[in-house]
């Protein structure tokens, strides 16, 4: 998978758009942080991901961010949730008009995720009771994938997840692991597969991602202070 900036962009901005029309319309979305919904929209949309995963308690922003992304690809979210909240969640995703975009899910996460082989993109909160378990169920794409936990630096959050994966995939390929304190919750990225995999380059610093591509440099980065997540992007140079 090469990165796609011209994704990147798209997604980030329909991202950015439909997050704020679904926190209009969708009280069960309101708690989630922005900044943090666009730079995995653009992270999952670059990364030309087909295959996205989330497992969550219901419908938030972050799955209208990841559908944002699916629809730049031409891939799928499938999104795994309690039964109790599908009615209130496909609601939510019709409305937005993003039905074709995202697949529910209401069995036990850790079952359904055996469904699912080279996973492109997961999103798994770090508070669920078996988020290790999770994490060990998760096949991902070897050759180019992204693994994000949420909720890092809040209560019973865990981090760390790059030991725990599927089968001991640091084992078989690189795995680089980075922490972002967005929004005071905390994410951890772990970027899976050669460093080449997502365009000709990367650079990866405690606070920025550097992604090279023929004629750009898109830099994510994170004000350590408050969390913020700035998308820049520079003339081609060398790495």
């Known amino acids: 998978m090469e990165w796609s900036p011209k994704y990147a962009t798209n997604a980030y901005l329909d991202a950015l758009k439909m997050c704020s029309r679904s926190k209009k319309g969708c009280n069960c979305c309101g708690g989630q942080i922005p900044e943090s919904n666009e730079f995995i929209s653009a992270l999952a949309a670059g990364m030309s991901a087909k295959l996205i995963v989330e497992v969550t308690s219901e419908v ?3 799955t209208v961010a990841l559908a944002a992304a699916a629809r730049q690809t031409g891939g799928k979210v499938v999104c795994i949730l309690p039964e109790r909240k599908l009615n209130k969640s496909q609601k939510a995703i019709e409305d937005l008009g993003l039905s074709e975009m995202v697949e529910f899910k209401t069995e036990d996460p850790a079952e359904a995720l055996q469904n699912y082989e080279n996973i492109d993109f997961s999103l798994v909160d ?4 078996d988020y290790e378990r999770l994490l060990e169920t998760l ?3 070897l050759k180019s994938s992204v693994v994000v936990t949420s909720n890092l630096l809040v209560g019973g959050g865990k981090g760390g997840g790059g030991g725990h994966l599927k089968g001991g995939v640091e084992e078989k ?7 972002h304190p967005i929004g005071g919750k905390g994410m951890e ?5 050669k460093s080449n995999d997502y365009g000709h380059g ?3 610093r405690s606070d920025r991602i550097v992604k090279y591509t023929d004629k750009s440099k898109w830099i994510f980065k994170v004000d350590q202070l408050s969390g913020e997540e700035h998308i820049f992007r520079m003339p081609r140079s060398q790495p």
């Open 126 to 129: 770090s508070k669920a009771d």
């Open 173 to 179: 390929t690189k795995v680089r692991s980075m922490m």
């Open 60 to 62: 938030s922003p972050s």
């Open 202 to 204: 990367k650079r990866i």
């Open 139 to 141: 096949d991902v794409n």
């Open 189 to 193: 990225i772990m970027m899976i597969g």
